[in-house]
């Protein structure tokens, strides 16, 4: 079965700061893998995505993610972090053929922005 | 604009009550999920419909049912709420299709559990 670690509970980060979030995946195969984001009190909101092709992959908010298959990683980054970027983070991970199966989520990255 | 909409964002209940989450989604999907949210636990699948009538168990469906009877509607069930279900309760969708889909997301439904 698939799986996703994020390595990070809380990121803590100044605002105009650049941010990496770390996400690692376990499965067989090449996997797709989601970024989503989670306001307080609020439901998550997709980032981006990854299906194959180019490895870096641009999404909303001036948020990026790099599949790395060597490494089972697909992080999470952006170059200058503002104060309504503090959130949760989840990434997550779905299988070819398993769309009626939803993803798998990791345990979520909270991030922290410091005035 | 696409939407998934959870009836009630705030319940509070008593222990043994039955409960009813109803989620309805307006973009015609054909797969629909009841997530549960916990601190530090992330997100948990507890069943999954990928079609009207259809139900798939998820990874802890201990305690919880599910009815889909019409395609755009998926109701989470308790049958008899206790204290360890109190949680955030997320509902989504998903277009049907093979390969991993895009999930969108309800605005979450907090349960208390008194």
């Known amino acids: 079965a698939q799986s996703v670690t994020q390595p990070d509970i809380h990121i803590t980060v100044s605002e105009g700061a650049s941010l990496e979030l770390r996400c690692n995946y376990s499965y067989g195969a090449t996997p797709y893998l989601f970024w989503y984001v989670q306001s307080p009190g609020q439901g998550l909101q997709l980032l981006l995505k990854y299906f194959s092709g180019d490895t870096l992959v641009q999404g909303i908010k001036g948020f990026e993610a790099e599949f790395k298959r060597s490494q089972s990683s697909f992080n999470l980054r952006k170059p200058s972090v503002h104060w309504s970027d503090a959130a949760e983070y989840f990434c997550?991970?779905?299988?070819?053929?398993?769309?009626?199966?939803?993803?798998?989520f990791g345990k979520g990255t909270h991030l922290i922005i410091q005035p | 604009d696409v939407k998934v909409t959870q009836s009630s964002r705030y319940l509070v209940k008593r222990t043994g009550e039955k409960v009813f989450l109803e989620c309805v989604q307006d973009m015609d999907h054909e797969n629909m999920f009841w997530y549960r949210q916990d601190p530090g636990l992330g997100l948990r699948l507890i069943y999954f419909?990928?079609?009207?009538?259809?139900?798939e168990k998820g990874d802890i469906p201990e305690g919880y049912s599910v009815s889909r009877e019409k395609k755009e509607r998926f109701s989470l069930i308790l049958e008899s709420a206790s204290t360890n279900q109190t949680s955030m309760y997320l509902c989504?969708?998903?277009?049907?299709?093979?390969?991993?889909?895009?999930?969108?997301f309800g605005a979450g439904s907090r349960l208390t559990v008194l």
């Open positions: 989504a969708s998903s277009p049907g299709g093979g390969g991993a889909n895009v999930l969108t």
């Open positions: 419909s990928y079609d009207v009538k259809m139900k």
């Open positions: 997550a991970v779905g299988i070819s053929g398993g769309g009626a199966d939803g993803l798998t």
